[in-house]
């Protein structure tokens, strides 16, 4: 028989001599129930007397009663104790809180989903989803990690749960899909495309951990060029201040007459020291900016690895196929930043024109000053460009298109190599990154350090072969989002009959012929981005010097109208591999 539930207050089994819950109740004559042990305590102060209270209601008795226990009072107050420990040891309720999934059968403030169903297109809390392991007829019901956005999970068009995955398509499809517009395409089990992905993901962590280990290795190697740096640069200077003052100090006591002579030195030294000081303050600056780009890369990458692993352990498989189809995969930018600083900057060749300048105007000829500035010279490290096509090779950087960013208007087809316009919008996801207006597309990999590639094209109307900040605006038809029109992006603009250049909406006409073939060479800490018209020598169209803030993307866009453009191509060529990247539109 179920025991019967009875509300009580615990109150009701106070002793009222310790005020604690009972301990080895006993009741009296008058009813009333103590501790034994309160009951006798209170007694003993009494027995002188022989007349015995209750220390509750005052009746008296004669003589001292006899105390037994009282087994029922007993078992209530230890079931008591026993809820009152239960209830302690309960965890309190989990709400829901920011960012948390809320249970959708809680009333009143909500609490935190633990699982969602497929079946129900609903999410519950511990409390709500016992019937899906209780009831037998939910048992078969599919839970999945607590989503806050199932309907992405059902097909639109049948309303069923997608369970497949199209390759032709690139999309998640039902199986009545297969059955009617995605008949005879390539399809896959959504649990057997994650398993392919998984090792894909795992490939990924490795690299994404060894690009870091490279990455933290440059920037302790730059740690110390710096360093190298700092402490050249103050020999330099105490070399430069003793040679001087000696040679001064030298010239006044041997001569009278050369007060000209030593005026003449003073203001050599001021200028040798302020060309020193100015060589350290370029070298450092080139290298803090190199060590901020570096660690902003260290900082992505292990961000990334971070993501990965936690996307790796999801149930979720089409929020794992998801997710990981839309991290943007760093392939490219396998190279480290260039590092411009000297690594053993000594300054020797203004030490070594001091030291002689002094010898030689020790034996009076003042002519020697007039090389000091000569050999300053020759400690200012200058990074020039590349001069053959073979040199600009040796930066060359192989590039894919995006998919997460390429216009609705525009369709990816042999794994990402070709584009191709479309009159019809595609059914792309609506993507952050994707330019929803313009037709633009980037290219998946960052161009960092020194990079090279080369572009050609034809058009009837214009093309935009641009180099571009990645947090250039992807939504919208304003300048923002153009290549050219903003300071986010450089982009040289080609039609048949003119060649400009475009930034921040000024145009410059670069008043030559427009050439087929564009090469495209940019040294990022360097601040350069330079473009040449290939051939068999490379003749410079355009220079831009800048101070880089952000890594680098290149770009594609063409004018807005498909007449137009009917037929025209962009080109990214791999003269290693002879094979071309394809961009049209129709």
């Not at 999410?123 to 048992?139: A, D, G, I, M, R």
């Not at 010279?377 to 096509?389: N, Y």
């Not at 935009?464 to 300048?479: E, F, M, P, Q, T």
């Not at 003119?498 to 090469?519: C, E, K, M, Q």
Request: net charge negative.
């Amino acid at each position: 028989m179920a025991e019967a539930s009875i509300s009580i207050d615990q109150d009701q089994f106070l002793c009222s001599v310790c005020l604690d819950l009972l301990k080895e109740p006993v009741t009296i004559h008058c009813g009333h129930s103590f501790c034994k042990v309160c009951i006798n305590d209170w007694w003993d102060q009494d027995d002188k007397s022989g007349v015995y209270r209750c220390p509750q209601c005052r009746d008296t008795f004669t003589p001292r009663p006899v105390l037994r226990r009282n087994n029922i009072l007993d078992e209530v107050v230890e079931k008591l104790k026993k809820k009152a420990e239960v209830q302690a040891a309960s965890p309190a309720p989990c709400y829901a809180g920011p960012g948390d999934v809320e249970c959708d059968f809680c009333t009143g403030r909500k609490h935190k989903a633990v699982k969602s169903c497929l079946m129900c297109l609903a999410s519950f809390c511990e409390t709500h989803l016992k019937p899906h392991y209780e009831v037998p007829s939910w048992k078969k019901h599919k839970l999945i990690e607590a989503s806050g956005n199932l309907q992405e999970k059902i097909c639109s068009e049948h309303d069923e749960v997608l369970k497949l995955y199209c390759r032709t398509d690139q999309s998640f499809i039902c199986y009545l899909c297969m059955t009617d517009e995605h008949k005879s395409h390539d399809t896959v089990s959504i649990k057997a495309y994650r398993s392919e992905k998984q090792s894909e993901l795992k490939e990924e962590q490795m690299i994404s951990q060894q690009r870091i280990q490279e990455k933290q290795k440059v920037l302790q190697e730059l740690k110390q060029a710096v360093n190298t740096i700092k402490l050249s640069a103050q020999r330099a200077v105490e070399d430069n201040e003793r040679i001087f003052t000696e040679l001064i100090s030298s010239m006044e006591k041997k001569r009278s007459d050369v007060t000209e002579l030593i005026s003449s030195l003073e203001k050599k030294r001021s200028e040798v020291m302020k060309l020193i000081r100015d060589q350290e303050k370029a070298e450092l600056s080139r290298a803090e900016l190199i060590q901020l780009l570096l660690e902003s890369e260290i900082d992505d990458l292990q961000r990334r690895v971070t993501e990965l692993e936690q996307l790796s352990h999801t149930h979720d498989h089409i929020h794992f196929l998801q997710s990981f189809q839309s991290l943007s995969v760093f392939s490219g930018c396998e190279d480290s930043p260039s590092i411009t600083v000297n690594h053993h900057l000594s300054f020797y060749g203004v030490r070594k024109s001091v030291s002689d300048l002094k010898k030689s105007l020790e034996e009076f000829c003042q002519e020697e000053l007039v090389k000091i500035p000569e050999h300053v010279e020759d400690v200012q490290i200058l990074l020039s460009e590349p001069k053959s096509r073979d040199e600009f090779l040796k930066y060359f950087c192989d590039l894919a298109l995006d998919p997460n960013t390429v216009n609705y208007r525009l369709i990816l087809s042999e794994k990402n190599r070709v584009v191709m316009g479309s009159e019809r919008k595609q059914p792309y996801s609506d993507h952050p990154e994707r330019f929803d207006s313009y037709r633009q597309v980037l290219c998946k990999e960052r161009v960092c350090g020194r990079c090279y590639w080369e572009v050609e094209w034809s058009s009837e109307g214009y093309v935009l072969i641009s180099v571009s900040y990645k947090d250039i605006r992807r939504k919208g038809r304003g300048d923002e989002c153009a290549f050219g029109h903003n300071n986010q992006s450089w982009s040289p603009r080609c039609s048949s009959s003119s060649l400009s250049f475009w930034h921040n909406s000024i145009a410059t006409d670069l008043r030559v012929p427009p050439p087929s073939r564009i090469g495209v060479y940019v040294d990022h800490s360097a601040g350069t981005l330079s473009f040449y018209s290939v051939s068999d020598t490379m003749k410079l169209l355009h220079r831009v010097h800048t101070t880089f803030t952000q890594t680098l993307y290149t770009g594609f866009g063409f004018d807005w109208y498909f007449r137009v453009n009917s037929g025209s191509t962009v080109r990214l060529c791999d003269p290693k591999k002879k094979e071309f990247l394809v961009f049209y539109s129709h």
